[in-house]
């Protein structure tokens, strides 16, 4: 059977259908990753610690794209890489197919391998320059042993086709490609094993703008085709727009809101969402409160290895208060697949004047613990949405 170019019937199935087996195809909770910081000299200790990732959690189902936006080293590779096992996290949980994998063993990892692809964004270095296109495309095939000798070199230039090459050139080197072409020969690399996830790092980042759209089309082409799930990495909003119907922004190490196209865009609840889309030209300007310039944020991106106190926004936040410091905000659900971290959520100029976090998290307004609160327990860094949420309008709680 041609396994690449024949969507078969579960593949077909896979973009309808959230999740094969009830779950989701991947599960990411509370993911965590700490690199440690070392001394200089001769015995290095450990003397902190880079929390690149830091409770993470998100699902993505069968076939479905998910974008993961934020500014250059807010963790997004590192999520990315944990995702792919690339590296074992500290803390959370992967759960692929429902199969916890964060544990997993290399040779464990194995057949996982096949599944779970990944894309660079430098479509320079990500490829060996003294292998022909041929051999990097056709390794996977011979690696798994999918197919047999005589046939790789057929699957090799079918693939090449697919993603928009001369199948001819199979015989050519990385170099005399040019960019956007090497990065179609990634991602004919990553189609070899008929992945269920494809991991996209910024894929088009390091190519022209021209060349961009149409490598962004050849993806949604191929997704569509083959209903291979996406996490879509990018560093701004205007790039997953198109692509993604759900997004995730995230922030030093965190996701600060989370939300379907729509929500996110129309009706943005963090600030850090609301600067980033008023740098989005064609967003409908009631999105960034009817402002027509860019909201810039000032100071620089504060040091993942001593983050800010309560939330890690703040110290760049247009509307922080004193609570913003003493009390992380929790991603809470505000619609039916829509989630915010943010003591103070709403859209821009319409925020709400207390914290509307204060009652469940046990603190007063100004976040100081109130001996008299009740709150609540499980206000947990689920991945996924409830059936209930907090109504930002009528500040309720709603039964969806
Ligand atoms: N292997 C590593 N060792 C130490 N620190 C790292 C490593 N990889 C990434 N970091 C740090 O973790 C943070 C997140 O990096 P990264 O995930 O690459 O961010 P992004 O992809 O959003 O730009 C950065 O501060 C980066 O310097
Ligand atoms: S919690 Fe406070 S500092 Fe953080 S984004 Fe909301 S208002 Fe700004
Ligand atoms: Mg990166």
């Known amino acids: 059977m041609d396994a690449v170019t024949t969507p078969t019937a579960t593949q077909e199935n896979r973009s309808t259908v959230p999740a094969e087996n009830g779950r989701p195809l991947l599960e990411v909770e509370d993911l965590q ?49 944990l995702i792919t096992r690339l590296y074992e996290p500290t803390g959370g949980a992967v759960r692929f197919e429902g199969e916890d994998i964060t544990a997993y063993s290399a040779k464990r990892l194995q057949p996982l391998r096949r599944e779970i692809q990944m894309i660079f964004q430098d479509p320079y270095t990500s490829l060996n320059p003294r292998h022909t296109v041929g051999s990097i495309v056709g390794a996977p095939l011979a690696i798994h042993n999918v197919v047999p000798k005589n046939k790789i070199l ?85 790039v997953v727009r198109h692509f993604c119907p759900e ?46 310039e860019r909201i810039r944020l000032t100071g620089d991106v504060p040091s993942p290895i ?9 110290t760049r ?26 003591h103070f959520p709403g859209e821009l100029g319409k925020q709400p004047d207390k914290p509307i976090t204060a009652r469940m998290l046990g603190v007063d307004d100004n976040g100081t613990p109130d001996p008299g609160a009740e709150p609540v327990a499980d206000l947990g860094n689920r991945p996924g949405y409830g ?14």
């Open 33 to 81: 990753m700490y690199f440690p910081v070392k001394s200089s000299g001769v015995i290095r200790r450990t003397i902190g610690h880079v929390q690149a990732v830091d409770g993470v959690s998100f699902q993505l189902g069968a076939g479905q794209s998910l974008g993961l936006v934020g500014e250059s080293g807010c963790g997004k590779s590192t999520t990315g890489r």
């Open 387 to 400: 059936d209930t949420w907090f109504d930002l309008t009528n500040k309720t709680i709603v039964h969806g």
């Open 247 to 292: 997004v995730a922004v995230m922030y030093l190490g965190k996701i600060v809101e989370i939300a379907d196209r729509e929500s996110l865009y129309d009706r943005p609840a963090h600030p850090y969402s609301q600067a980033l889309l008023s740098a989005v030209p064609d967003v409908r300007q009631a999105a960034i409160g009817g402002r027509r």
């Open 154 to 238: 057929a699957r090799v230039q079918e693939l090449l086709e697919i993603v928009g090459l001369n199948p001819e050139h199979y015989n050519r080197y990385p170099h005399e490609f040019s960019g956007g072409q090497r990065q179609r020969i990634g991602i004919a690399r990553a189609l070899t094993l008929q992945p269920k996830l494809l991991v996209a790092d910024e894929p088009v980042s390091a190519l022209d703008v021209s060349i961009q759209a149409q490598v962004i089309n050849l993806l949604q082409d191929l997704q569509k085709e083959f209903g291979i799930a996406f996490l879509f990495i990018a560093h701004d909003l205007a």
């Open 317 to 342: 936040c247009p509307i922080a208060q004193e609570i913003c410091a003493k009390v992380e905000p929790p991603l809470l659900q505000i619609g039916p697949r829509h989630k915010v971290a943010c």
């Open 306 to 314: 001593n983050p800010p106190s309560g939330c890690r926004f703040r």
